[in-house]
């Protein structure tokens, strides 16, 4: 019994395009745009400098490694370009799109990893040479003779690839979701949206690993198209990436904190328990935050709150720490285990009660002005966080408070 063969099953009828249409989905200028495209962008990835910092390291690492995963993407286009002139190619191209979407797809989930929180190098590294061999054997399978091995291989790399994307999509969740935490304690709330592109690229990236697959199945004419859609992502991901690079400084910051954990805190807590008992603990008496310590940064804080300091929105955590005279991992833990409450909840009530005072005192000023001078930078978020505190809009608590 003749067993069917996968090549006979991607080899769909082509559909028959005329006029611009058959211009603009012309396979062999479809994949030119895509070389140009992905080699151009790796050029100018390459040849953006961006400062050696501790600031900068992850991102300069990021930056190199998406400029390779498009050069080594304009390379496989080249290929898939040289052997259009054979037979079955619509059959080979299908495999070549595949093998294209699955290296650069996990080398770019490691980039935006990278970029929130440093990686493993030598995991990464595993995961793409595993995926690179079943890619060479993927594409050597086309040579072969018809017949189950060919199934076989094609079903294997197919499970392998999905396998990694699911463990990459749960990775980068991971990833972010601590990223923002990080910015959250570090940052002013409305920070977060600066982050947002990260996580819609990958989403971006997440689809345009989905639609390989939708495609091997699809007729042949929509190659084309695939290969058009892959330029115009990485068109749209390098610019956010590249904008990224010069107008967030401030979360460069972030990326570089180092905050304390919660668990980290509740160990040093015992580890102060442990020593007024007596018991010998390893850890040096700087790192501890004696009730001197936690005094000293009481009265900063009343000074710095008496001079309604809370009110600039454009200051990190480490100038604050600063005009404390303190550090950053201090005033963390100051907070934590003093007032029971993270810094940013305690600076965003501070600036809703601000804001209360100016709503009444100043009936004629305008909401964007009120939320501008109590310390929000963005509307949404004063309504939002207005609305979550006190339990009304500020238009709604101004009326039923005024006099």
């Known amino acids: 019994m003749r067993v069917p063969d996968f090549y006979e099953f991607l080899t769909q009828p082509n559909y028959r395009m005329s006029g611009l249409a058959s211009l603009v989905f012309n396979a062999e200028l479809s994949l030119t745009i895509a070389i140009v495209t992905s080699f151009v962008l790796a050029f100018l990835l390459f040849l953006i400098n961006v400062p050696s910092s501790e600031h900068s390291r992850k991102l300069i690492k990021a930056k190199n490694t998406i400029a390779m995963c498009f050069f080594i993407s304009s390379i496989l286009f080249f290929v898939c370009y040289t052997y259009s002139g054979i037979e079955d190619y619509e059959v080979f191209s299908s495999l070549m799109m595949f093998v294209v979407t699955a290296i650069s797809s996990a080398i770019l989930s490691f980039s935006l990893m990278n970029l929130l929180e440093e990686g493993d190098n030598d995991k990464f590294f595993l995961n793409v040479t595993i995926i690179a061999i079943f890619s060479c054997i993927l594409v050597r399978s086309f040579w072969m003779e018809r017949g189950v091995m060919r199934w076989a291989i094609l079903i294997g790399s197919v499970i392998l690839y999905i396998v990694n994307c699911l463990i990459h999509i749960v990775l980068f969740h991971r990833t972010y979701l601590r990223s923002v935490q990080k910015i959250e304690q570090y940052y002013d709330e409305e920070e977060n949206n600066k982050m947002k592109w990260i996580r819609f690229c990958y989403v971006m990236m997440m689809l345009t690993q989905m639609f390989v697959l939708v495609y091997m ?48 805190i509740i160990q040093r807590i015992e580890r102060r328990k442990r020593m007024k008992k007596g018991a010998k603990d390893s850890q040096p008496l700087e790192s501890q935050l004696t009730e001197q310590e936690m005094n000293k940064i009481d009265r900063s804080l009343v000074k710095w709150v008496k001079e309604k ?43 809703i009660e601000e804001a209360k005072n100016l709503l009444l005192d100043n009936p004629e000023m305008s909401i964007n002005i009120v939320a501008e001078l109590s310390g929000f930078s963005d509307r949404s978020n004063f309504h939002r966080q207005f609305t979550k505190i006190v339990g009304c809009s500020p238009k709604q608590w101004r009326e039923s408070n005024g006099k």
């Open 217 to 264: 199945l699809l007729p042949r004419g929509f190659m084309k198209v695939y290969t058009i859609w892959y330029a115009l992502f990485m068109l749209y991901f390098s610019a956010n990436f590249i904008s990224f690079l010069g107008s967030n400084k401030l979360l460069l910051d972030a990326f570089a904190y180092k905050t304390l954990s919660g668990q980290e």
């Open 309 to 351: 300091r809370f009110r600039a929105y454009d200051k990190t955590r480490e100038e604050i720490a600063k005009e404390l005279n303190t550090s950053k991992e201090m005033l963390h833990m100051f907070f934590v285990t003093r007032m029971n409450v993270d810094f940013k909840t305690w600076r965003t009530r501070l600036r």
